[in-house]
């Protein structure tokens, strides 16, 4: 283990494990070769948009091919500070305007040169019908307002308002190639889309290829053919790592890290920039709620219900995961030790859930993404614990995208149901002020989207988005942080390390908020 981690849980025999699955990893993964140059990873999915980024954000699903495939103009550091990338300095020269000065010389895999003229019409996609439609869309369309060519490798960027950490906001869009997209449109990029990163990436439906991109300046290893794999299983995942059928398992869970611990692969874990938790609808189609999750007493009691040091104890060994106190977490921008969140108080709890008046509970639906091993043995425990103070709770498994998915409802703000898988997701900031820009306030997507709006908050919220002096910033975070905790938009659950696997031919794994560094990567 890279750090050290010794599991000690009993587990079924490895022979067991193998007998099960050698014959089905043969049907799932028949094409996959073995040469020597060629690097095999797994995924839980692939993004809803293959390959056409403006239908997310640079994380989970998206960034694990995104990643070999495109570049931003900033880029995060493991410390959350935020480093030149596409843009090789930026400056702050009026309140609402960011100069960025572009890398010389880069070019796109087809051959176009990379200017500004062509982060101009990246960002200017979200202006239109399409492009606004879809998440980058909804998100940047907050922070950016225009972008003005000053010459081939200079851009202004205009901001809605003040914003003291647009470099860090501008990590996540991709830069496109201007022509390529001109002719092949959103739907062509979903198979075939042209960046400048250090591979090529052409997507099926269940697996995508990436070869070196000749025009690259970040230049690839030894790496000649990256092939992805869509493996929803856990199980699956596993084994094809221990068969040698696959390299890397980007996905991985405690008990999952011992059988692949001891059958020689290594496993690579650290503290992740997302959270575990379960979000709370208190608003629905830009409207309050009038059931019981309008009630901040019924959000609280829910918070109470849920045993987080017994999940942790139990799905993580008691050293993979940690209590989530607050929106933000060690290692973010904002973070505040002094607040201690939630304890274990089933009787509070149940005090609450009367005095709001449903002193017999509520029917409470929760629909997450279950595919991955973590998460949902984390919302099958928290649904048991809230079942244990009289409510009647459900989980219903979903997929991301499609009709009826995750994603739809997130953008349209219009859930059935009233909870849903996720916590707070950072890793494109690392900065709590993310909190309330994209998840719990009125700002979500553009305002059109919110699940929970505190209308009381937002001066607050406005204060603190504009504020350029960093303590006093670091500071309205804070204190924004420990109001979020009190008004409960969602059920904190846990802090976790993200963790992963790869075989020993493989070698300079890393990855830093889930983006993998592929041109560092070897095999032999």
Known sequence: FLRGEVFMKPHFSMKIICGLFALILTSILPAI?????????????????????????????????????????????ADGSVAPFLAERWENIEPTKWRFYLKKGVKFSNGEPLTAQAVKSTFDFWKTEQGGNWAQGKTMKGFVKDSQVVDDYTIDIITTKPNPILPKNIKDPSILAPKAFADIGAEGFTKTPIGSGPYVVTFAEETATGVPNPNAWNKAGNIKKIIWTALPEATARTQALIS?????????????????????????????????????????????????????????????????????????????????????????????????????????????????????????????????????????????????????????????????????????????????????????????????????????????????????????????????????????????????????????GIEFDEMMAYGPNVKNFSHIGLWIPYEQLWVN
């Open 244 to 492: 040698g059928q696959i390299d890397v398992n980007t996905a991985i869970s405690p008990d999952e890290a011992l059988k692949l611990d001891q059958a020689g692969m290594k496993v690579y874990a650290k503290p992740s920039t997302r959270t575990m938790g379960i979000t709370l609808v208190s608003t629905r189609n830009l409207k309050p709620v009038d059931g019981p999750i309008g009630d901040v007493r019924v959000r609280q009691a829910l918070n109470y219900a849920v045993n987080r040091d017994a999940i942790v104890d139990a799905l993580f060994y008691g050293k993979y995961a940690k209590p989530s106190t607050q929106p933000a977490f060690p290692g973010i921008n904002g973070y505040d030790p002094s607040i201690k969140g939630y304890n274990y108080d089933p009787e509070k709890a149940k005090k609450l859930l009367a005095e709001a008046g449903y002193p017999n509970g509520f029917d409470f639906e929760v629909r997450a993404i279950v595919n991955d091993e973590n998460f949902k043995n984390f919302y099958e425990a928290v649904i048991a614990d809230i079942k244990a103070i009289g409510i009647n709770a459900t989980l219903i498994g979903q997929n991301f995208g499609g009709t009826g998915g995750w994603l739809e409802h997130w953008l349209k703000g219009d859930w059935p149901y009233q909870g849903f898988g996720i916590g707070f997701d950072l890793t494109a900031t690392m900065d709590a002020g993310r909190v309330w820009n994209v998840f719990a306030s009125c700002l979500k997507s553009g305002g059109k989207a919110p699940y929970f709006c505190d209308k009381e908050m937002m001066p607050r919220i406005e204060a603190m988005n504009g504020e350029f002096d960093p303590v006093k910033r670091r500071k309205m975070l804070q204190d924004l942080g420990r109001e979020t905790v009190e008004k409960a938009p969602i059920i904190f």
């Open 33 to 77: 070769s073995f040469a020597q140059d060629e690097l095999r990873v797994a995924v839980r999915m692939f993004a809803s948009g293959k390959g056409n980024t403006y239908t997310g954000c640079m994380c989970t699903p998206g960034v694990y091919t995104w990643s070999a495939q495109f570049e931003t103009l900033t880029k995060l550091k």
